[in-house]
């Protein structure tokens, strides 16, 4: 492997790094290496086959594309369509189920009468006029100002400390704002303008991404353990975890990790939803999937499916990051790792584990397109310029 045949290295095949390996061969006709660490392409995103059912699954966990983003949106169907799927979780409480995220339907079955959205906002407001804090300064008072108490008791509080393991009165208000919620009877978990699945599934996308003599894919290589092949001031561009790269000097950035439990039960149908979320503590997971409901076109064989039980806890080193933190205190070291990527010479850090950010996919190929347009395309047109 000659790293000098290449114009640009990316390390990572998952969204960010193919989009921008795609888009510098495609439209720059750049020579590109991607580095990656996995025996497959596709990063968190990767979707396989069930050997067994032939369900095809999701590696690590379901991954449901929505965006806002026509951009975004027309750029992913150059490499797929996508079916007319639209995600929705019901969660148990209790032993009693409920549309989440939080709608009219949930909270009407939750208080056990009909409300009027402006009966259920009545009551809502009267909730939150009786907490002492004014304005929200983390996800608990977040939740609080948006549901009152007794739904955050219900519906948040418990499946927020199993998923981070972490004082809701720590953890940053932005995460409960991924969820709607709503006073209407609209059932869906996104409110997003485009959404569904990937016809052939994600890996299909990926394959088509790298489908191109000027992408040559290395699997199964460490960056780290190779980096001395690559001559100095070659272009980077890096989508691994950003404390790794400068070798913890600034500490370690915290990150949950997963762990998915795969079972193939011996029924058609083992829950009725793709997703079911466990709200209580007492049960140990967090949500079960359900893979075929992803694909209700497709025809799989009956009599078997295949789930998922979920189960978060902190990660250590040898562990995948899947999920930012984000404390007070990560934040300070993640300031520390911006400053030293910023006098890294041509060097790009990006996507979930690069950026340090809770991205979704569509914010993971929108930022690669941002950096490519932003830093690719400059970084190009001036070598092109100094070597001319
Ligand atoms: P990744 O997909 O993490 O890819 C990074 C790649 O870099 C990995 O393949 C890794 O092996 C490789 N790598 C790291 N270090 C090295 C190294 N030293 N050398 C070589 N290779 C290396 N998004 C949605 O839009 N909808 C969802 O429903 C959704 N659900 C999710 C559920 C879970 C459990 C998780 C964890 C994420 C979910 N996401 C979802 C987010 C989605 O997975 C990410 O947005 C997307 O994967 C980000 O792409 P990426 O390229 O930034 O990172
Ligand atoms: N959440 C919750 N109850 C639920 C679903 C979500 O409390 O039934 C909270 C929890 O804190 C979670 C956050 O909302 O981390 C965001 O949920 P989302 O489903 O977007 O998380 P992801 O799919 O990324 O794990």
């Known amino acids: 492997m000659d790293m000098r045949d290449y114009d640009l290295i990316v390390v990572g095949a998952g969204f960010y790094g193919l989009t921008i390996a795609e888009r510098a061969a495609n439209e720059l006709g750049r020579k590109v290496c991607v580095l990656e660490r996995r025996t497959h392409i596709g990063g968190n995103s990767y979707s396989?086959?069930?050997?067994e059912t032939g369900i095809e699954f999701h590696t690590y966990g379901s991954h449901l594309f929505h965006t806002n983003s026509e951009e975004i949106w027309d750029y992913l169907h150059k490499f797929t369509t996508f079916t007319s799927y639209r995600h929705r979780v019901v969660t148990v409480h209790q032993g009693k189920a409920y549309?989440?995220?939080?709608?009219?339907?949930?909270?009407?079955?939750?208080?056990?009468?009909y409300m009027s959205p402006t009966e259920?906002?009545?009551?809502?407001?009267?909730?939150?006029?009786?907490?002492?804090?004014?304005?929200?300064a983390n996800l608990e008072e977040k939740a609080i100002s948006l549901i009152g108490r007794p739904l955050y008791d219900a519906f948040i509080k418990g499946y927020t400390k199993k998923q981070w393991q972490t004082d809701p009165k720590e953890l940053p208000a932005g995460i409960i704002t991924r969820l709607p919620v709503r006073f209407t009877f609209e059932d869906g978990y996104f409110s997003d303008k485009y959404e569904g699945l990937p016809t052939d599934g994600y890996t299909a996308i990926f394959e088509r991404m790298i489908d191109s003599p000027l992408i040559d894919v290395k699997m199964g290589v460490d960056f780290f353990?190779?980096?001395?092949?690559?001559?100095?001031?070659?272009?980077?561009?890096?989508?691994?975890?950003?404390?790794?790269?400068?070798?913890?000097?600034?500490?370690?950035?915290?990150?949950?990790?997963?762990?998915?439990?795969?079972?193939?039960?011996?029924?058609?149908?083992?829950?009725?939803?793709?997703?079911?979320?466990y709200a209580d503590e007492s049960v140990p997971y967090t949500r079960v999937h359900e893979f075929k409901h992803l694909h209700p076109e497709r025809k799989y064989h009956p009599g078997k499916s295949v789930i998922y039980r979920e189960y978060s806890r902190f990660a250590s080193r040898s562990d995948e990051p899947y999920y930012p933190i984000n404390t007070a205190n990560d934040l300070k070291t993640l300031e520390a790792y911006k400053a030293m990527a910023e006098m890294e010479p041509n060097f790009i850090t990006g996507g979930r584990l690069g950026s340090y950010k809770y991205l979704?996919?569509?914010?993971?190929?929108?930022?690669?397109?941002?950096t490519f347009r932003?830093?690719?395309?400059?970084f190009f047109g001036r070598s092109q310029g100094e070597a001319a």
């Open 120 to 136: 259920a906002r009545a009551l809502i407001e009267s909730q939150v006029a009786a907490e002492d804090f004014k304005t929200p």
């Open 374 to 378: 932003g830093q690719i395309v400059p």
């Open 48 to 51: 396989e086959k069930d050997p």
């Open 360 to 370: 979704d996919m569509h914010q993971a190929i929108g930022a690669a397109l941002k």
């Open 225 to 277: 353990e190779i980096r001395k092949q690559i001559p100095a001031g070659k272009l980077i561009v890096y989508t691994g975890p950003l404390d790794r790269y400068f070798d913890y000097k600034a500490g370690a950035l915290g990150w949950r990790t997963l762990d998915f439990e795969k079972e193939v039960v011996p029924v058609d149908d083992h829950q009725g939803t793709s997703v079911l979320n």
């Open 99 to 113: 549309p989440m995220p939080i709608g009219l339907a949930t909270i009407c079955s939750f208080f056990g009468r």
